[in-house]
């Protein structure tokens, strides 16, 4: 398995504009999770599908962030517009179950809004 | 507020010797802890837990030591490895009746171990 896939390692985008963050899981875990790491905040949640599903998104920052999982093998993560303030790594991570033992994250999409 | 704290951002040691990286946390309804590692341009990857009906967990090299009562965890690494030189996090899990007893991990900032040959 090639573990999960997060596309594009790298972007680089101005204030202002849309972002699409793509995560593909790993086949057959039904947990997808979306997290920021910023250097003043650490590792936070922002939103984790159970079989497609959104179960709790209390930690989107604020209605510029939407996240979909229109399928198993596919979520985006969409910020709206952009602003400098977002800049972070964004991680995917999946797993057979909630219990975060299970998680196997993605290496991560380096976002930096100017 | 963090919940979940790593004091020290860094660690240095040498080949060899023991590694000993803390962690503190604030919220008693922790029920479980994690450690996770992280090596640059990666993410992170499990690599112990500990939950909270114990006080010790080993694998290999690697032993979480939990005192409850001081809300202390800490993890060592005997003998340390160069290739073990990474970002290490704590995390901590626990039931938020609050938020649909939804199961939460609370994440500390890390703490860079950097083990000398």
């Known amino acids: 398995d090639a573990g999960v896939i997060q596309s594009p390692r790298h972007e680089v985008t101005e204030m202002g504009q849309e972002v699409t963050l793509r995560c593909k899981p790993i086949s057959g875990h039904d947990y997808l999770f979306w997290y920021r790491q910023t250097m003043m905040r650490g590792l936070e949640l922002l939103i984790y599908f159970n079989n497609n599903v959104p179960i709790d998104d209390s930690g989107m920052p604020e209605d510029r962030f939407s996240a979909k999982m229109p399928n198993a093998s596919f979520s985006t993560l969409k910020i709206q517009p952009s602003e400098p303030r977002d800049s972070a790594v964004y991680f995917c991570?999946?797993?057979?179950?909630?219990?975060?033992?299970?998680?196997?994250f993605g290496s991560g999409t380096r976002l930096t809004v100017v | 507020d963090q919940q979940v704290k790593q004091n020290s951002p860094s660690l240095s040691v040498q080949e060899g010797r023991i590694s000993i990286l803390n962690c503190d946390y604030t919220?008693?309804?922790?029920?479980?802890f994690l450690w996770y590692k992280k090596y640059p341009a990666e993410g992170p990857t499990f690599l112990i837990s500990?939950?909270?009906i114990k006080d010790k967990n080993e694998d290999g090299r690697f032993t979480v030591f939990l005192n409850k009562s001081a809300k202390h965890l800490s993890l060592h690494i005997v003998p340390s490895q160069p290739g073990d030189s990474a970002v290490y996090f704590c995390a901590a899990s626990a039931i938020y009746p609050w938020a649909g007893n939804n199961r939460k991990l609370i994440w500390g900032l890390g703490t860079s171990l950097a083990v000398n040959p």
């Open positions: 919220n008693s309804m922790f029920d479980y």
């Open positions: 991570a999946s797993s057979p179950s909630p219990e975060a033992y299970g998680y196997t």
């Open positions: 500990i939950s909270s």
